[in-house]
């Protein structure tokens, strides 16, 4: 399944895949920064809906998003997780730099 990239001002939505994992990690990654820095974004918008499975590396596209957007002066919000990637965001001290809601409220997903 793909990655959907929404830009809107200085927000970056990004709608993940099913699975958040190495095989895809890399290709979020530079897409995203591709975006990032294209469309000076300063936020953004993880959509976790269609995403069932996380690993490791889906950590370190958080969490290397997180680095860059930090530097920018933005943050990174998450949305719509699961109770199985609330547990990984929960263990690994993810919500200690993103914020997490249920729906952003810029979209209407």
């Given at each position: 399944m793909e990655v959907l990239y929404e830009v809107r001002g200085e927000n970056l939505l990004i709608f993940l895949p099913e699975e958040l994992d190495h095989h895809n990690?890399?290709?979020i990654t530079?897409?995203?920064?591709w975006y990032i820095i294209s469309n000076q974004i300063k936020n953004i918008i993880f959509n976790f809906k269609r995403t069932n499975f996380m690993d490791s590396s889906g950590i370190?596209?958080?969490m290397g998003r997180y680095?860059?957007?930090k530097s920018l002066g933005g943050e990174i919000t998450v949305t719509n997780i699961?109770?199985?990637i609330d547990r990984i965001f929960t263990i690994s001290g993810l919500y200690k730099l993103v914020?997490?809601?249920?729906?952003p409220s810029l979209t209407n997903w």
């Open positions: 990690a890399k290709i530079e897409q995203s920064d370190g596209v958080i680095k860059l957007i699961n109770q199985s914020n997490k809601t249920v729906t």
